[in-house]
């Protein structure tokens, strides 16, 4: 366990130590780690999905990619939360002297819970939308990568985040096929009311 924790250590400061550097790279890796740009475009793509699609079944499709990403979504920030409550791990600007480009986050590092959301996103459409979810997936890797870079989060961290965000998406697919006509009732009754 201690080899692990030295390469996520090493990588971190491999990673970190590029902060300071350039101030173009730093301004760019501020703004990607962001709470506002990342959740809110990723937002705004499943509102897209929700109301696109060239026909009936491409846009049910995509519909029922958002509820299993919303569904992800939700339980692994209630996963998180959880995890939090019994374990701790101090930030790494709190133990390790980092060039920190961003707030001091108060909660636990292990698991990043932005990352555990952003993959529960990009997982959730995925399975219905290959290209959609890739593209997601590539968004919320740079999003993780970024919060490592500005000193918030080991890369373990984010990992751990991650495979949370994939294994509650999955989990949550599951669980919306067993619920079935459930999906397919509430999908209708947006449809009367103009929201599908």
Known sequence: M??????DERALLWLNGWAGRWPWLDALAQTV??????????????????FTGGTPW??????????????????????VLE??????????FQTLDLTLLFYRP??????????????????????????????LAAVGALYSLSRVYVGVFYPS???????IGVA???????????????????LRVARAIFLA
């Open 157 to 163: 961290d984010v990992l751990g985040g991650a495979a």
């Open 83 to 92: 995890l939090n409550k019994v374990l701790f791990r101090p930030r790494p």
């Open 58 to 79: 491409d846009r049910e499709r995509r519909q029922r990619s958002v509820f299993t990403a919303l569904a992800g979504l939700t339980m692994a920030s209630w996963v």
């Open 33 to 50: 780690a962001s709470d506002y740009l990342v959740p809110v475009a990723m937002g705004l793509m499943l509102l897209a999905l929700w």
């Open 168 to 186: 509650t998406a999955l989990l949550s697919a599951l669980v919306l096929r067993w619920l079935e006509p459930l999906p397919r009732l509430l």
């Open 106 to 135: 108060v909660d636990s590092s292990f698991p990043a819970n932005p990352a555990a959301v952003v993959f529960a996103i990009a997982a959730g459409v995925w399975l219905k939308d290959r290209r959609s979810g890739t593209a």
């Open 2 to 7: 201690e080899i692990l924790a030295k390469a």
